[in-house]
């Protein structure tokens, strides 16, 4: 199969009929052989049932439905286990994606030999309130991850297949898809300025709170990439720091002290020097996380639970 296309959506079901029509008049244009995973996360309105009348009516278009609203990556995560494309892409369910993008990503995956390519939403249609965060959230990435797009946070994207079977995208981990790809060996992650379109139905699922979990899900990201294997790289080089201070410092407290006596010299009492608390809680944090590097080292970096997911229904006709 050529393509498979991954959609996660929540209450989009005014959307669904048209979006699915034009990814088939797309796909039909261009000869492609293709299936669409349309992934249900919890929606509260009809987009089940619309779903379900659209799979009977076309075998190319499949159904996934979670028993509630687990977010974004838990979606694309899942749908990625179901997918079987030479490549996959991903996009919104809100029609501000466009599918006539499809075929040039597929071409840049099959043809130019990209791992990733990622869209850009130069002429992004959205607030300004959501515009100069997302600007914002993209600088500081590409500044930490050291891959240079100008939108991570676009949801269309295509991948080599073995690109999605080789990584695993949980909590909120979908903004930042290119770098768990990087971290997982795939280096050749490119770039496709694409149509972004004006909300057609309903209002945006995501808000300013975003730009928070982003950044600490990317800072989770780049300890997991850097020291998820070897933590006590991290923990044990702080911790030895931090104890190597406080014990210099004791030293040097006592050594001035024992000096004061030896030459009957006035010297106030070691327990009312402010510095000889602060050089015993130095010692203290540097053991505490010394001690933590060795325990993070026996404790598996993936907990085998954590992409199990309750899917109510499958449809795959």
């Not at 977010?71 to 994606?97: C, E, H, R, W």
């Not at 972004?196 to 975003?210: A, E, Q, V």
């Not at 590097?293 to 598996?300: D, H, I, Q």
Request: glycine share 8%; net charge neutral; charged share 20%.
């Amino acid at each position: 199969m050529d393509i498979s296309v991954v959609v996660p959506l929540f209450n989009e079901q005014e959307s669904l009929p048209e979006l699915t029509s034009w990814i088939d008049r797309v796909m039909q244009a261009h000869d492609f052989s293709y299936e669409v995973w349309l992934v249900d996360d919890g929606s509260t309105d009809d987009s089940w049932r619309v779903i379900t009348e659209l799979a009977a009516a076309n075998d190319c278009l499949k159904g996934i439905k979670f028993q509630r609203n687990y977010g974004k990556s838990p979606a694309l995560n899942v749908g990625f286990q179901y997918a079987s494309g030479d490549v996959i892409i991903t996009m919104d369910a809100d029609l501000q994606d466009s599918p006539d993008e499809i075929p040039a990503l597929y071409r840049m995956i099959k043809e130019d030999g990209y791992d990733v390519v990622s869209g850009w939403k130069k002429n992004r249609q959205d607030p300004i309130g959501k515009t100069l965060p997302s600007k914002f959230f993209n600088y500081v990435t590409r500044r930490v991850s050291g891959i240079r797009l100008h939108d991570f946070n676009c949801g269309l994207k295509s991948y080599r297949r073995n690109v999605i079977k080789s990584i695993e995208v949980y909590g909120d981990m979908h903004r930042h898809m290119p770098l768990l790809a990087k971290w997982a060996g795939f280096r050749n992650i490119g770039e496709k300025v694409v149509e972004h379109r004006p909300r057609k139905y309903g209002t945006s699922k995501f808000g300013l709170s975003r730009l928070v979990t982003g950044f600490l899900d990317l800072l989770s990201l780049m300890f997991v990439g850097k020291f998820g294997k070897r933590p006590m790289h991290l923990f044990g080089t702080i911790g030895t720091i931090m104890f190597l201070i406080g014990l210099i410092s004791s030293i040097v407290i006592g050594t001035t002290k024992v000096y004061a006596l030896a030459n009957n010299m006035p010297m106030v009492l070691v327990t009312n020097n402010p510095w000889f608390y602060i050089s015993l809680t130095t010692m203290v944090m540097g053991t505490i996380l010394f001690v933590t590097g060795f325990l993070a080292e026996l404790v598996a970096r993936s907990n085998p639970d954590r992409n199990l997911y309750l899917v109510e229904t499958v449809l795959d006709a």
